[in-house]
């Protein structure tokens, strides 16, 4: 038991290590600030609470179950994923809204495309 929490342990880690990788390599490759937003999600939604599970696994094992702690991982694993979602919503609004200049490449813009019921003000 104690070899495949070990390799659970790991596969989170590297597996969560790996997200942030990618989402830093992706961030060097997108051209506007909006695309530099969106691939910060995987890393700050999977990538971190991966890790994070990882550690509280390495933890469990290394000093044993306690409910703090629990509570604590759980509480930060929700609220990475719960502001990963809104930061990266309210972040990509306000940089549209700044008139940042967008990525030809970006379809469909939504934002662009007037809607008659709704008025800009």
């Known amino acids: 038991m104690d070899i495949v929490l070990t390799v659970v342990i790991g596969i989170l880690a590297i597996g969560g290590a790996l997200c942030v990788l990618v989402s830093a390599m992706a961030m060097l490759r997108v051209e506007d600030a909006l695309s530099r937003i969106n691939v910060l999600?995987?890393?700050?939604?999977?990538?971190?609470?991966?890790?994070?599970?990882?550690?509280?696994?390495?933890?469990l094992t290394e000093v044993g179950h306690d409910w703090i702690d629990l509570i604590k991982v759980l509480?930060?694993?929700a609220g990475f994923v719960i502001l990963s979602s809104v930061a990266s919503n309210t972040l990509g609004r306000a940089t549209y809204r700044s008139g940042a200049p967008i990525d030809p490449k970006t379809s469909p813009n939504e934002l662009a495309q007037a809607h008659p019921d709704h008025r800009r003000d």
């Open 75 to 77: 509480v930060a694993i």
């Open 41 to 59: 999600s995987p890393a700050t939604g999977l990538g971190l609470p991966a890790i994070l599970l990882a550690a509280y696994l390495n933890h």
